[in-house]
């Protein structure tokens, strides 16, 4: 099986700029978690959708949201850009919602300029 | 709120040397707990998993017991290789929380010939 793909890789866009970000998950696996990982904060929850519902949300501002479509590909997007943003984000995907374990795609590195 | 705290690396060992990276977790419930391991420029890898109390996680020569008397879910390995340097992170999924992983902030390890 394939494993969890996410795309781009690498981008870098400005301040003030929106970003979207795509993850498509383990055939078969319905839920999809986004993390943040920085130097400074480590590893940091930003939400999870199964079944195109969003079931649980970090501490993050509004500027960051989702969605997950009907194939379980799931998207994030932040708007108006700021340079903490810079980061690699990762998205993990599982069978279903709960304990399952997780399986992480490569990443994609932001970087805000 | 539930946390993950883990010993601060880098951590620097000879190969063959025994292995153990602390972790300890703040919860309520019944929490599942993880080690994951990342290598440079990679998303992160599930070394190992325990889902209840007293239960051990085994994989590629590393062990952790689930301790809820003490809180803790050390990370061991009798011999490490050169091909074990990476950053680990011990994680726990949160008790009726859905798929949300509460990550520790990462522990280098630089294994030396």
């Known amino acids: 099986k394939a494993g969890v793909t996410q795309t781009p890789r690498y981008l870098i866009k400005t301040r003030g700029q929106q970003v979207t970000l795509s993850c498509s998950p383990i055939s078969g696996h319905r839920s999809v978690s986004w993390y943040q990982q920085t130097p400074g904060q480590g590893l940091q929850f930003l939400f999870e959708?199964?079944?195109?519902?969003?079931?649980n949300k970090g501490n993050f501002p509004g500027r960051f949201s989702g969605r997950q479509f009907s194939n379980s590909r799931s998207e994030m997007n932040v708007s108006t850009l700021e340079l903490g943003d810079s980061a690699l984000y990762l998205c993990a995907s599982s069978l279903k919602s709960g304990k399952d374990t997780q399986y992480f795609g490569p990443g994609t590195r932001l970087t805000v300029l | 709120g539930d946390s993950v705290t883990q010993m601060e690396g880098p951590v620097t060992l000879s190969e063959e040397a025994f292995l153990t990276i602390n972790c300890t977790y703040t919860a309520t419930g019944y929490p599942s707990l993880f080690w994951y391991v990342q290598y440079p420029g990679e998303g992160l890898q599930l070394l190992l998993k325990?889902?209840?109390?007293?239960d051990k996680g085994s994989n590629k020569g590393f062990e952790a017991t689930y301790r809820k008397e003490t809180t803790s879910f050390h990370l061991e390995k009798g011999s490490v290789q050169v091909s074990d340097s990476a950053v680990y992170f011990c994680a726990l999924s949160p008790y009726n929380q859905g798929g949300k992983l509460i990550f520790g902030q990462g522990t280098e390890l630089s294994v030396k010939p």
């Open positions: 959708y199964f079944s195109e519902t969003q079931r």
């Open positions: 325990a889902t209840k109390a007293d």
